[in-house]
């Protein structure tokens, strides 16, 4: 594929012959990534061929970079932590503080592979996100348990206070709410079913939310959404009903700074441009910040050949991008994960060739492909 522009017409066209083919499977990814062992922070000599740098760069101006990374890898595979330690700005845990993996049992918190994260991040002198604090998924089984609203309040406002506490000062960025709209809502109260919308209804969010800015004043408090950016009445009906929820939260008062649009990218559907740029205008115009979270490009109907689909890749996150950037300045752009050696995609969106995903910004080797250079023209664009 020569060009850019070859590649967008191609990936117009793959989107219109399989848009129907796939529907997201990123929420259901609830296996916990991490080794129960203390990260190693030496060897960083042993990146063999370095990519050029994604971040870090003089110009402070750019827009910081991040990828969701796993303590196991991080320990074991000294060519990744290399790689994590010189390209990224912060670093959000996979599934290092979720529920299940860092309070397992009603009266046990976990926190040896969070606080090795913390510390990872501290000593190499990167920013970290922490993630996450309300969710349906990853819940740990003694919370359906949890049998009245009272206790179900009591549970969650524990849980927040302990973890946020641990970290105060240390992670200046949580997403408290992850997902929390249906899959095709109504309105701003068609929020998922979990035990928390079960015991609390709707008013779980404000719980959540005033209990991390009770905990940590200064944090940045973030509602994390999915799916709000592609054509089609399904994704149109979660914009309005996010806008919706977003207004009940300012009008109620509720501590709330920022919005995360995960852009977990898939290659049969078509970007509404339209659509996400109305978005982010409600977004700005209610004084919010906007994070991209979860940026991945999900390649199993693209076409085998690693060039083709390589720019195919790179080309739908220059269209997200690029809508975004017209709009508002994201305070950080994140990838969910670094190197395809260690990607969610084929846990649930194996290709039918038997070939590896591709889905991020270095391949399994840590050599940068296009889409690196497409986020590094983006960070670019407000220096």
């Known amino acids: 594929m020569g060009t850019m522009a070859q590649a967008a017409n191609l990936l117009a066209m793959i989107s219109r012959e399989t848009m129907t083919t796939l529907f997201p499977s990123r929420r259901k990814f609830l296996a916990q990534t991490a080794a129960g062992i203390a990260l190693g922070l030496s060897d960083a000599s042993a990146l063999a061929a370095e990519p050029p740098r994604l971040s870090r760069s003089a110009e402070s101006t750019r827009i910081p970079y991040g990828a969701a990374v796993r303590a196991g ?76 609203a009272a206790e179900a309040e009591r549970e969650l406002v524990d849980h927040i206070e302990t973890v946020v506490s641990r970290y105060r000062g240390a992670v200046p960025s949580w997403d408290v709410v992850n997902e929390p709209l249906i899959d095709w809502p109504q309105d701003r109260f068609s929020i998922r079913p979990s035990i928390w919308m079960n015991r609390l209804g709707p008013e779980y969010l404000p719980i959540a939310f005033k209990a991390t800015a009770s905990t940590d004043p200064d944090a940045k408090l973030v509602l994390n959404e999915y799916d709000v950016e592609y054509r089609g009445a399904r994704f149109g009906a979660r914009r309005r009903a996010l806008i919706q929820l977003l207004r009940w939260l300012r009008d109620r008062d509720v501590p709330l700074h920022a919005v995360g649009l995960q852009a977990h990218l898939f290659a049969g559907r078509t970007i509404d441009r339209d659509g996400l740029q109305a978005l982010l205008a409600e977004i700005v115009a209610l004084k919010l910040e906007v994070l991209i979270t979860e940026l991945d490009v999900i390649d199993a109907d693209l076409p085998g050949k690693i060039e083709d689909r390589d720019a195919l890749v790179a080309a739908m996150a220059a269209e997200f991008l690029g809508a975004c950037c017209e709009v508002v300045r ?21 290709r039918a060739d038997g070939m590896p995903n591709r889905p991020l910004p270095l391949d399994a080797e840590f050599k940068p492909k296009p889409l690196f250079d497409v986020i590094e023209e983006y960070r670019r664009k407000f220096t």
């Open 73 to 148: 890898a991080l320990a074991s595979d000294p060519t990744y932590r290399a790689t994590v330690v010189r390209m990224c700005d912060m670093i959000v845990p996979e599934g290092e503080m979720k529920w299940s993996d860092i309070h397992p049992k009603r009266d046990e918190y976990r926190f040896d592979n969070a606080d090795a994260l913390v510390d990872f991040a501290r000593q190499n002198h990167i920013g970290i996100r922490g993630h996450t604090l309300a969710w349906y998924g990853a819940l740990p089984a003694w919370t359906s348990e949890l049998a009245s």
């Open 330 to 350: 994201p305070k950080a752009i994140l990838t969910w994960g670094l190197s395809d050696r260690y990607t969610w995609v084929p846990t649930f969106f194996k």
